[in-house]
C-alpha cells in the first residue's frame, strides 16, 4: 500500500484476506468445474441414447487425442482442454437427422451439406458454458485442414488450434479403422500410411509424426481398454 509517497507493507489481517479471498475464488471455479462436467456428462448422455455409435466413436478420438497430446508433451491444462474437447467434438450430430447420420451408403451432396453443419451445433452447444469457451472453439474447428481446405473457417496452418488439429487426425483415424456394417475398418499400419500420405495438405504433420510414434507406444502396453479421466470409466479399444 502507498501513503504520502511511502510505500507500507500490508498488515497481517489484510494478507490473510486476500489469501481467504483467493481461495474463496478458487473454489468458486472448481464448484463450476464440476457443475460444468456433470452437465456435459449429461449431455453425453443424450448423444449415447441418441446415436451410440457415435458416442463410442467420441470416447475413442478423446483416447487417440490424449495419446497424441501426451507425445506431443502438453501441460495438464492442455491436456484437459484436449480431453474434452474430443469428446465433444461430435456433440453437434445429436441435431443431425437420423437418416443422414445412419445412411450405410455414400451420401448425397444435399445430405453432405446437412452433415457439414454438426461442428457449429457443437459449438452452440457448448458455447453457452462458462468454463468451456476453448472446447467451444476446437470442436467448432475440428475439421479445418493444415492446407487451409477445411470448413467451417478455412483456417490454415497454426491458425487452427492445436486441439483441433489433433482431433481431426484422431478423428480420421478412428473413422478408417473402425468396422461397420457396410466395411471393414483399415488395419493400423494401412491407417497410419493414410495419415502419412496427407500429412501438410489435410493434417499437421508434426502432429501425426507425434501420433502414430505415441499409437505404436500404446500397442506395445498390450491392453484391450482405455481410461478416459471426465467418464471415469474404461472403454474397449475394438470399434467392431
Given amino acids: 500500500m502507498k501513503k504520502n509517497n ?23 471455479k472448481d464448484e463450476n468445474k464440476k457443475i460444468s462436467e456433470q452437465a456435459a456428462r449429461t449431455i453425453l448422455k443424450a448423444l449415447d441414447a ?6 463410442g466413436h467420441s470416447m475413442r478420438v478423446a483416447y487417440f487425442s490424449l495419446v497424441t497430446g501426451a507425445e506431443a508433451g502438453l501441460s495438464p491444462e492442455e491436456m484437459y482442454e484436449l480431453e474434452l474437447s474430443a469428446i465433444f467434438h461430435d ?14 451408403s455414400r451420401l448425397s451432396e444435399e445430405e453432405f ?26 470442436a467448432r474447428l475440428h475439421h479445418e485442414r493444415f492446407d487451409g481446405k477445411g470448413y467451417p473457417l478455412g483456417l490454415k ?8 488439429r489433433i482431433i481431426l487426425i484422431a478423428d480420421t483415424f478412428d473413422a478408417m479403422t473402425s ?26 504433420p508434426h502432429l501425426v509424426k507425434m501420433f502414430i510414434q505415441g499409437m505404436k507406444k500404446e500397442a506395445l ?16 479399444k475394438n470399434a467392431a
Avoid at 446437412?114 to 451445433?121: A, D, L, Q, S, T
Avoid at 496427407?198 to 499437421?204: E, R, V
Wanted: negative net charge; charged residues 25%; without cysteine.
Fill in 157 to 164: 496452418g497454426e491458425d487452427i488450434p492445436t486441439a483441433a
Fill in 113 to 138: 451439406q446437412i452433415m457439414k453443419k454438426h461442428p457449429e451445433n457443437s459449438y452452440e452447444i457448448l458455447k453457452d458454458f462458462p468454463m468451456f469457451q476453448k472446447i467451444a472453439d476446437n
Fill in 179 to 204: 468396422t461397420r456394417p457396410y466395411r471393414k475398418g483399415l488395419p493400423y499400419e494401412v491407417a497410419f500410411e493414410e495419415l502419412i500420405q496427407f500429412s501438410g495438405t489435410q493434417f499437421d
Fill in 6 to 28: 511511502v510505500f507500507e507493507l500490508p498488515t497481517m489481517s489484510t494478507a490473510l484476506s486476500l489469501l481467504g479471498m483467493a481461495a474463496q475464488v478458487e473454489a468458486l
Fill in 50 to 55: 441418441k446415436d451410440n455409435y457415435t458416442f
Fill in 91 to 104: 456433440i453437434g450430430k445429436i441435431g443431425t437427422p437420423d437418416a443422414v447420420l445412419n445412411k450405410p
Fill in 221 to 236: 502396453k498390450g491392453e484391450d481398454q482405455f481410461f478416459i479421466p471426465l467418464m471415469d470409466k474404461k472403454f474397449d
